[in-house]
């Protein structure tokens, strides 16, 4: 079975850094393109990052570029989101997906930036 687990979110300040992690099993990483998603409340999830099999990495998100790393641990079947300079309006509910053709969720962990 496809397992996507999510974690590092939390309550931090704004200015603050934080490393979301999505370790994963069930599939074979290494072949797999994969994303963060963010849907903050009361809003459309949006696409924020996405790496490649090749580790080639793009940031989708405007807001976030120059402030958001994505990278991966083919090694140990992990995806991160390195966040910097965070904001409050970074606060959201992070997904991490595997792109088609596997498409799976996570079930997301909360960021939320206050002072």
């Known amino acids: 079975q496809v397992r996507l687990v999510e974690s590092g979110g939390g309550l931090v300040q704004p200015g603050s850094s934080l490393r979301l992690s999505c370790t994963t099993s069930?599939?074979?990483?290494?072949?797999?393109?994969m994303s963060w998603y963010r849907q903050a409340p009361d809003k459309a999830r949006e696409l924020v990052a996405t790496i490649t099999t090749a580790g080639t990495s793009v940031v989708h998100e405007d807001s976030v570029k120059g402030r958001f790393t994505i990278s991966r641990d083919n090694a140990k079947n992990t995806l991160y989101l390195q966040m910097s300079s965070l904001k409050p309006e970074d606060t959201a509910v992070y997904y991490c997906y595997i792109r088609p053709p596997y498409d799976y969720w996570g079930q997301g962990t909360q960021v939320t930036v206050s002072s």
């Open positions: 069930g599939f074979t990483f290494r072949l797999a393109s």
